[in-house]
Structure formats: structure tokens, C-alpha cells
T-cell receptor, first 111, second 114 residues
């Protein structure tokens, strides 16, 4: 079946450093979504990418969808302690009917 | 504008028991999906309800069942609980069933099986 992988599993950075997480799907995706889950919280929708090669920015966050629509990345510039949490990517399953979430990348930011 | 609400927040059960979890979707949403999130893992899709019917189902046994009511709220029932059912159960609502819709999650119900 379809698999969605994310690397790294964990990332510890000093406040002010940059951070990138990568998401890879075993199949081509019609779209990809990113979510953030704070410790003890629930996933919160960040963004959706649809077009091949699409790049979207939200303040210090930059999201990219690969040309082949099988991979995506989230880059955070100059991390802050408020960025702490687990970042998940999610894409439609093989039938395009429900979401498959990656295992997430847990970000820790040291002040 | 209330978001997605789930109850209860925590629940402790023993093996073999049955449990019912409840979810009220965000105002204006008509679709409810249920996810199981084990510690340190991503949410896993259980099933989705739309127009009071189960529309999609993930790889979960028949012990997991659900219901959607005319007001779009939903229940998740789990029978014959196993230790492995211990997890955070998340409800997500959206407008429509398409996978191009953002999922709005509730705070979840943390279920512990002893």
C-alpha cells in the first residue's frame, strides 16, 4: 500500500537556526497537506500544496511540492521556541479518498 | 464559532470492555473523520462519515464502528477493547469528503486500556 515517510524523525536546533523536514510518498499525490501538532495538542492545518513545483510561504515557513508530486518539504527560517512541535505531512491514499499521514518530525528548539 | 469538540477528554477502560467516544464538528462542516494516534506516531485513519453513512474505512477491524447523527455529530464505538487500543483518538471535520479539504481536528480523547 501507499507509504508516506518523513525525515528526520527528530530535530534539535538552537533558537535562530533554520530547520527543514522532508516528506516522501511512494506514489504520486494529487495534493499534500502539512499539519503542526504542539506537545499535548491536536494537529492544526498549516497549508495545502497542489501544483507540481509549487512553493508557498507563510512568514518564516516555506513549503515546497516536488516536480514529480511525490515529495515535499517544510523549511523554517530562524526558528523560535513557538515553533516547537511535531510537523506532519499528509496526502490522499491510492484511491484519493482519505488521508495518509507521515510519522512526523518532532522539532525541539533550545532557547 | 465553536471548533471541533470531543468528549470525554480522558478515559480508562479494561480489556474486553466497550467504549463510545463523541465528536461535534466545526460549525458549517458536514463530514467527520476519526483517527487513531499512537504515542509518537502520526494519525491513522479509521473511517469517515458523511450524510449519516460510513463512506471510507481504513485498515481497522470491525470492533471499530461509528455513527453520524442528523446534526452531523458522530460517535466512535470500540468493542472488546485490547491493550493495543490505547491511543489518542482524534476527530476531524471538514466540508465535504474530498481530500482537498483541510481537516479541522478536535483535542482528542485519550483512551487508556488496563
Amino acid at each position: 500500500g501507499q507509504q508516506v515517510m518523513q525525515i528526520p524523525q527528530y530535530q534539535h536546533v538552537q533558537e535562530g537556526e533554520d530547520f527543514t523536514t522532508y516528506c516522501n510518498s511512494s506514489t504520486t499525490l494529487s495534493n499534500i497537506q502539512w499539519y503542526k501538532q504542539r506537545p499535548g495538542g491536536h494537529p492544526v492545518f498549516l497549508i495545502q500544496l497542489v501544483k507540481s513545483g509549487e512553493v508557498k510561504k507563510q512568514k518564516r515557513l516555506t513549503f515546497q511540492f516536488g516536480e514529480a508530486k511525490k515529495n515535499s518539504s517544510l523549511h523554517i527560517t530562524a526558528t523560535q521556541t513557538t515553533d516547537v512541535g511535531t510537523y506532519f505531512c499528509a496526502g490522499p491514499d491510492n484511491y484519493g479518498q482519505n488521508f495518509v499521514f507521515g510519522p512526523g518530525t518532532r522539532l525541539s528548539v533550545l532557547p | 464559532d465553536a471548533g471541533v469538540t470531543q468528549s470525554p477528554t480522558h478515559l480508562i477502560k479494561t480489556r474486553g470492555q466497550q467504549v463510545t467516544l463523541r465528536c461535534s464538528p466545526k460549525s458549517g462542516h458536514d463530514t467527520v473523520s476519526w483517527y487513531q494516534q499512537a504515542l509518537g506516531q502520526g494519525p491513522q485513519f479509521i473511517f469517515q462519515y458523511y450524510e449519516e453513512e460510513e463512506r471510507q474505512r481504513g485498515n481497522f477491524p470491525d470492533r471499530f464502528s461509528g455513527h453520524q447523527f442528523p446534526n452531523y455529530s458522530s460517535e466512535l464505538n470500540v468493542n472488546a477493547l485490547l491493550l493495543g487500543d490505547s491511543a489518542l483518538y482524534l476527530c476531524a471535520s471538514s466540508f465535504g469528503t474530498g481530500t482537498n479539504q483541510p481537516q479541522h481536528f478536535g483535542d482528542g480523547t485519550r483512551l487508556s486500556i488496563l
